[in-house]
């Protein structure tokens, strides 16, 4: 089995920065893509940021500029780096990756647990 575990959610003022960490676990033999994505209340699950193996990168517009997506390629980790944060940016934040692990012979994909950020004054 692999495990998705995000980390360093919290409050925060407008303006603030806060960083997620994403770490992978479990019996991996290759990922691909590894991304973020994010939920408000009553809303759909968008992409925030992605980030492939090859380590090109792609972003939501609403977050181009503020927010850095980086990768441990060694240590199976995914980083967002989130700055001049907005009231609209508050939401559940959802660690992704595509994952060959263990028997299967495709990657699957998966997802962490979530982390809240919340901005707010």
């Known amino acids: 089995q692999v495990q998705l575990v995000e980390s360093g959610g919290g409050s925060v003022q407008p303006g603030g920065s806060l960083r997620l960490s994403c770490a992978a676990s479990?019996?991996?033999?290759?990922?691909?893509?590894m991304g973020w994505y994010r939920q408000a209340p009553g809303e759909q699950r968008d992409l925030v940021a992605r980030?492939?193996?090859?380590?090109?990168?792609y972003y939501a517009d609403s977050v181009k500029g503020r927010f850095t997506i980086s990768r441990d390629y060694a240590k199976n980790r995914v980083y967002l780096q989130m700055s001049s944060l907005k009231l609209e940016d508050t939401a559940v934040y959802y660690c992704?990756?595509?994952?060959?692990?263990?028997?299967?012979?495709?990657?699957?994909?998966?997802w962490g647990q979530g982390t809240q950020v919340t901005v707010s004054s």
């Open positions: 980030i492939t193996s090859g380590t090109s990168t």
């Open positions: 479990g019996s991996i033999i290759s990922i691909n893509d």
């Open positions: 992704n990756a595509e994952v060959l692990y263990g028997s299967y012979l495709a990657y699957r994909n998966l």
